[in-house]
């Protein structure tokens, strides 16, 4: 945008221009053709075209004065070392325009969020890190670690793990009886637990593909 074109604008923000005489200037209502703070549509989306040219993120250019654009427009202010209170006043229209032409100062860039959701997993998908959480009702041997299938849970974080066990009887009268496990690493993400096949299995998608597969369609 060039500095007469912002210069333009910010002649219509301020409500001058044209002749004060002209018995068109008033003939339309208000609402008709400004927005409730005042401010043309066009107006405003010319503003927001400068903002955004500034890396203010003023939002979509819609020549309305929203929360994104007010946003922006304090985020100006703070890099114009101007008041910061959201109006598009004589200081900050004058700023606006000096920044159209020469770029700067530009807004900076908000600070990144770190995410929460997914805990950090230490624990480790092996016999090895696995073998600590067993309930006593089942064992592992060596072999059967053969077929240990891991996979990530992309929905909540974490991982999954499935592999084939031994039930071991509780007392001499009962049978042993091969299984396949399914667990989870904890919400710490340092540890697992015993996920139920019952109901993991008989809900679509809770599942990596994989883990289904290796922990669902057999016994």
Known sequence: ???????????VLAACGGSSSSSTSTTKPATSTTTP???SPTAIKDVQKVLAALNCQPGPIDGELGPDTVGAIKRFQTAAGLTV???????TRAALGKASSSGSPECKAPS???????????????????????????????DQW?????????????????FPATTVAQNPQDPTFDI????????????????????????????????FQAGCTTS
């Open 85 to 91: 209170d959201g109006v598009v006043g004589v200081e």
């Open 146 to 162: 053969l077929g240990l299938v891991c996979a990530t849970d992309t929905r909540i974080g974490g991982l999954w793990a499935a």
């Open 37 to 39: 703070g005042g401010y």
């Open 180 to 211: 396949v496990v399914l667990f989870h690493t904890t919400a710490d993400g340092k540890g697992w637990f015993q996920a139920d096949r019952g109901t993991y299995c008989t809900v679509p998608g809770a599942l990596p593909p994989t883990i």
């Open 112 to 142: 990144p969020t770190t995410s929460t959701t997914a805990p950090l997993v230490t624990a480790s998908c092996s016999s090895q890190g696995i073998t600590p959480y067993l309930p006593a009702s089942i064992t592992a041997m060596d």
């Open 1 to 11: 945008m060039t500095a007469f074109a912002v210069g333009a604008l910010m002649c």
